[in-house]
């Protein structure tokens, strides 16, 4: 393996804290008792994948989920549900992303939506005092913006061009297995985290 020089980090489950079962729980508030079979951390339905490529605007998508789960929810309805799904960003990984910074490259590779990423950039910034994506990473690539989403080949290999890197020199860390087979297909080094490992472990092994 070559020296590795970069690394490219998924948002939620990576960097975030994030529980997909906290969404599926806030639409059975809703008296929508079955949402994990339109989104799951693997699958999901078609307007969602829409949203992530950018493909539909924040009214489309509220539209289709109505459609969708048969019921008229309110727009912050909708809305509190997906943002129920992020549980937070410890202080420890800005510190630990900072640090590293200082021996890699690090993008971000995120597959997410224009409501997510707006909220989290006001957040953060609100929190940190900074933006946290301008200022950690060396790029930040969110899904909804380049019109492509993990795990999708092509999507890792645009961005690998577009950074300008190899991808033998750089290592993928990920939560969702998917998208790790994805990133293989285009040479990327993978780490695929689990079992309630964080960035945190891996630093403290001396992965990263």
Not at 115 to 134: N, S
Request: aromatic fraction near 12%.
């Amino acid at each position: 393996m070559s020296e590795i020089k970069n690394l490219l980090l998924d948002l939620g489950g990576v960097v975030l804290d994030v529980d997909y079962h906290k969404m599926v729980e806030t639409f059975k508030s809703y008296n929508i008792p079955d949402f994990d079979k339109y989104y799951t951390q693997k699958d999901q339905v078609e307007i969602i994948d829409l949203f992530e490529e950018g493909n539909c605007t924040i009214d489309e998508f509220r539209n289709g989920i109505r459609d969708l789960v048969g019921v008229n929810l309110s727009d912050k309805q909708i809305d509190d549900a997906w943002f129920s799904m992020i549980i937070g960003l410890p202080p420890e990984r800005i510190q630990l992303l900072g640090m590293l910074k200082l021996k890699y490259n690090i993008y971000l590779f995120s597959n997410t939506n224009e409501l997510h990423i707006e909220m989290l950039k006001v957040k953060y910034k609100e929190d940190f005092g900074f933006d946290i994506f301008q200022a950690l990473f060396t790029k930040a690539y969110f899904s909804n913006e380049i019109k492509m989403r993990k795990p999708h080949p092509e999507s890792f290999q645009w961005l690998i061009d577009d950074a300008g890197i190899k991808a033998d020199e750089t290592l993928f860390i990920e939560d969702t297995l998917h998208h790790i087979e994805g990133a293989k297909e285009v040479g990327l080094n993978t780490y695929w985290l689990t079992g309630g490992e964080t960035i945190i472990d891996l630093y403290d092994k001396k992965i990263i």
